[in-house]
């Protein structure tokens, strides 16, 4: 199973290169469901110690005080034997580290880098793969050392941070805790203990290890925590043997030293017998195979969170849109599927599958109606300015029968007042048109990523919408001048006409200007103009659809084709200029939906192979 443990490994470095991992997401990340072992302990707890005994090398920085001050994510690679071992760091690339006390001063620098050379801690991980056959496949994750006091040059609030920082990985259901805790210390007052105790309170999930066995005062020894009598926890605790400051300061090889702490198991009469799950080579083997049995349990809800991610990463990369092409014609072709996708839309707004094109028909069923019959005619059609009209277009020479040259000017007055009804009725289509472009635009998934093109297609849209808004008034404008330029004749003639008794229609020319005369013909015009306003009433509205909907619909962007056909390649790069934001959007996401398909592919072929 070695396989599976170095195939999580690949998968948690692939999220780490990645950035998937941390709080920034909403759902469940890959790297939070993959198990990890967290390396907890106070200061000087010996955790350090602990590590460089399960790889087998000296590669952490040492010191007094706060050493760790930046997580430091551990994956371990078993390779072949008879390989040089080597280390590489995430920052560095492909640099390799055959020199492993260079790895302990890019550790520092690193941490320095960010932290500056203060005793400051930060969240920010350093990430370390040690490749090597002394080593088995697994990754821990060594946080600072819990503390209770700030030292000099640390702010009081280090404390909490510290801890707050632990608790952000020890809280998650997959992470193991292997809780640190110096043997000459009593396990009661364990920093490691207290907060395992407090995330995992049936002891699940964390194994214990004691450091510093040889410390002890004579004639004491830990055979109550170690056989689980002070604290039990439900694997059993590991005891192990640190390199003292003389061994290291002898510079004492690892190998050496593992076996001095074998020997201290064998021949110590209190803790013989159990020499055998004692040691760092058994630490180092236990958390393998543990580590294994945990991931195995977890591979179905492993798989499950992948297939649930991959669909949204789907589904995303569908939303964002493939990126866009280098060749010229792909690129009109491309544009030419955008503009076909919001003119698609456009008149849906128009046709009733999306909401819109009813406020036209409102315009014409409520709007112009009523600014017809608020006209003045009733003013206009007055006796005082019916009979100065009359009068005025009589002259010198009075009517004879009908005042004809009257009853004319009266009639271009009144129609006179359509133009604005009219007008009206063309802007009020005119600004319910720009407000569907717009709110098509808006509805356009695929444009969202060029706001060049969205801005060039509304702009050649409103330029249309403009001309066709110009048709359209000189359209109706005509159709008010065509009721002036010739009226309905049939209409007067079926009038009632009074009849004088030799039977021939006729008045007397003291009776052409009573009131009875003029207000019979301010009627007589007032019937004739309300038969027109009918028919404006009608008409109008199949001038405004015809010369601006219509045409809407028809030809919206058809001079904007024309452009396009004559643009130069640069020229059509530009207009897909796309939103840096969603272009970095869609990257991360790709690069995500590879990370997630080929961990699925990789867990797949394992269990294939078991």
């Known amino acids: 199973m070695e396989g599976v443990i170095g195939l999580v490994n690949k998968i948690q470095r692939a999220c780490t290169l990645l950035g998937d991992y941390g709080d920034d997401r909403t759902l469940p990340t890959l790297w939070d469901a993959l198990p990890t072992i967290v390396v907890l302990g106070g200061q000087s707890s010996g955790k350090s110690s602990v590590l460089e005994s399960i790889v087998g090398r000296d590669f952490l920085p040492r010191g007094s005080g706060i050493v760790t001050r930046r997580p430091l994510v551990l994956q371990l690679y078993k390779t072949e034997p008879g390989q040089q071992d080597y280390a590489q760091f995430l920052h560095t690339g492909n640099r390799k580290f055959l020199d492993f006390a260079l790895v302990r001063s890019e550790i520092q620098e690193e941490t320095d880098r960010v932290t500056g050379k203060t005793k400051q801690i930060s969240p920010l991980p350093i990430n370390l793969s040690i490749y ?81 066995l040889d410390l002890m005062d004579k004639g004491t020894n830990a055979l109550d925590v170690l056989e689980g009598r002070s604290y039990r926890l ?39 017998h159990l020499a055998k799950r004692m040691g760092s080579e058994y630490l180092a083997k236990l958390l393998s195979k543990h580590l294994e049995s945990v991931i195995k349990a977890r591979i179905p809800a492993i798989l ?24 010229a014609s792909a690129q009109l072709y491309a544009i030419l599927e955008l503009c076909r996708a919001f003119d698609r839309i456009f008149k849906e707004h128009l046709e009733g599958g999306r909401p819109g094109g009813d406020r036209i028909y409102a315009v014409f069923d409520c709007q112009l109606p009523v600014a017809l019959r608020k006209l003045p005619l009733d003013r206009h059609l007055a006796m005082q300015n019916v009979r100065k009209v009359v009068s005025e277009a009589d002259g010198y020479q009075p009517h004879l029968i009908a005042p004809e040259q009257g009853y004319r000017r009266l009639i271009d007055g009144a129609l006179n007042y359509f133009r604005g009804p009219a007008e009206a009725s063309v802007d009020a289509v005119h600004f319910i048109l720009k407000e569907l472009v717009k709110k098509s635009i808006g509805e356009t998934q695929e444009l969202r990523r060029f706001p060049t093109l969205r801005s060039e297609i509304a702009s050649a849209a409103i330029e249309a919408l403009e001309q066709f808004r110009g048709d359209s008034k000189k359209t109706v404008l005509r159709m008010v001048e065509m009721e002036s330029s010739y009226l309905t004749v049939d209409f007067f003639r079926k009038l009632p006409q009074d009849v004088d008794k030799g039977g021939s229609p006729t008045a007397s020319t003291a009776d052409r ?19 027109v306003s009918d028919t404006l009433r009608n008409t109008i509205p199949k001038a405004v659809v015809y010369c601006q909907v219509r045409e809407a619909k028809r030809c919206l962007l058809d001079h904007f084709y024309t452009q396009l056909g004559k643009m130069e390649g640069h020229k059509l790069s530009h207009l897909l200029d796309e939103d840096p934001v969603l272009m970095e959007r869609r990257q991360k996401c790709s690069r995500r939906l590879e990370l997630y398909k080929s961990a699925r592919d990789e867990i797949d072929s394992a269990l294939w192979e078991k």
């Open 132 to 212: 090597s056959p002394n080593v088995v496949n697994l990754t821990l994750v060594d946080l600072p050392g819990l503390t209770k006091v700030a030292v000099e040059g640390q702010p009081e609030s280090i404390v909490q941070e510290i801890e707050d920082m632990v608790r952000s990985y020890v809280d998650k259901p997959n992470c193991i805790l292997l809780a640190i805790t110096p043997a000459n210390q009593d396990i009661a007052t364990s920093d490691a203990i207290k907060i395992a105790r407090e995330v995992d309170p049936t002891g699940e999930r964390t194994i214990g290890v004691l450091t510093k």
């Open 234 to 272: 439900q694997h059993p605790w590991v005891g192990l043997v640190n390199r003292s400051q003389a061994d290291l300061n002898k510079n004492v090889d690892m190998v050496v030293a593992r076996r001095k702490e074998r020997e201290f198991f064998a021949t110590s009469p209190e803790y013989g």
């Open 304 to 327: 499950s969170l992948i297939n649930s991610s991959i669909d949204e990463l789907e589904a995303e990369m569908s939303y964002l849109g493939k990126p866009v092409a280098i060749d």
């Open 513 to 531: 200007y009573t009131e009875g005369h003029l207000r019979r013909i301010g009627s007589n015009i007032s019937s004739y103009v309300g038969m």
